[in-house]
């Protein structure tokens, strides 16, 4: 219940300056990755897609007629946009902020896409479901995308589901299934610790949950709209139930680029219920340079709330096809756990190689 919180928000948000993107990763977010990483053939799949897209072609098929926002372009939503950025410390040392557009289309959505340079795009939908704190959560969410220096994988999950795998020539030699199933896996793991951003970021935490709440099931028009309700709905979903209902979870969640809002609003309020973003505020939390190896294998227990449940949920669900990939699953992580034992840095939270050079204009 998040009746008597008193909202602290930006413009007069706490800067938390010099945080370190580890300090909001969520375990599973980690786990998945490091499985995603370790699944033959995956350092092929990042070389030749972003290879045949590069940046140009990326900014080309994600922005269409999107408009840039600046001081007289949206400059209300320009100013929340600084705000965040100064909220969470965006790194001043030669590093212009990350461009933000907004796209017209009534369907309510927002990400963070690019390899080298990569930016925010947001929905004119989203503007109009969401109010001004809402807005700034969501704009903190991918801020913190970028933050983390893992949109190169984002921006290749969203080509992939874009064109569909099979629409891929050049992933012809590739066992799909696995690196499909691993790649979803991961970018719905990591929106949770997108979500810690939000939070950090907008320093509100009853807007931040709202904006699931309307999300997913529009504004109150008139009417009237309960988030405690909504939130009581979210632990039902996530904690109760049958065997038969994680198999129809399961189900419905494997081949999604997003983990349900229910899903998403119950992990945020249990780690903000947890006092991890309290402490957060409070100074306690990784800067920047001071980030310790951590080793696979804590990750895994930290993570086995979610990550193991779910893995056990499409195993059991799918039969022999999602079975091969669990197989594949269980594989990557052994390999991955090795690997992060054995080398150096391994773990760590250093963003991904820079991809290929961009190919000529086309």
Known sequence: NLSGLSPVRSPMAIQLTQISSVTWEHPADRTALRALRALPGFDE????????????????????????????????????????????????????????YVAQTPIANAGAVGFEQPFI??????????????????????????????????????IVL??????????????????QLALLEWYRTSELSADRAGM??????????????????????GDSIDLDAYLAQAEE????????????????????????????????????????????????????GSEAERPFRDDLRDASDYYKEK???????MGGVINRAADAFRDAFKAAASMGDAAPGAGSSSPPPPPPSEPPAH
């Open 45 to 100: 799949v990042v070389r030749k897609i972003a290879g045949a897209f590069g940046e140009r072609g990326v900014r080309n098929l994600f922005l269409g007629d999107a408009v840039l926002v600046g001081p007289t372009q949206r400059p209300a939503l320009h100013a929340r946009y600084l705000e965040v950025l100064h909220a969470l410390d965006w790194p001043a040392a030669g590093q212009p902020a990350p461009q933000l």
């Open 121 to 158: 795009v947001i929905s004119s939908g989203t503007l109009e479901l969401l109010s001004p704190d809402e807005q700034r959560f969501v704009l903190a969410q991918q801020l913190g995308h970028i933050m983390t220096g893992r949109t190169t994988y984002r921006t290749i999950a969203l």
């Open 162 to 179: 874009f064109f569909g795998m099979s629409a891929l020539p050049l992933l012809a030699s590739i066992a799909l299934l696995p690196f």
């Open 200 to 221: 950090l970021g907008t320093q509100d935490p009853r807007s931040s949950l709202m904006t699931f709440l309307k999300l997913a099931g529009g504004k109150a028009d």
């Open 237 to 288: 979903y996530q904690m109760g139930g049958s065997a038969w209902d994680s198999v129809l979870k399961a189900l419905n969640t494997a081949l999604r680029e997003h983990p349900f809002h229910t899903v998403r609003a119950g992990e945020l309020n249990r780690w903000q219920q947890s006092g991890a973003y309290g402490a957060i505020l409070g100074g306690d939390y990784i800067r920047r």
């Open 311 to 317: 893995a056990k949920e499409a195993a059991d669900a």
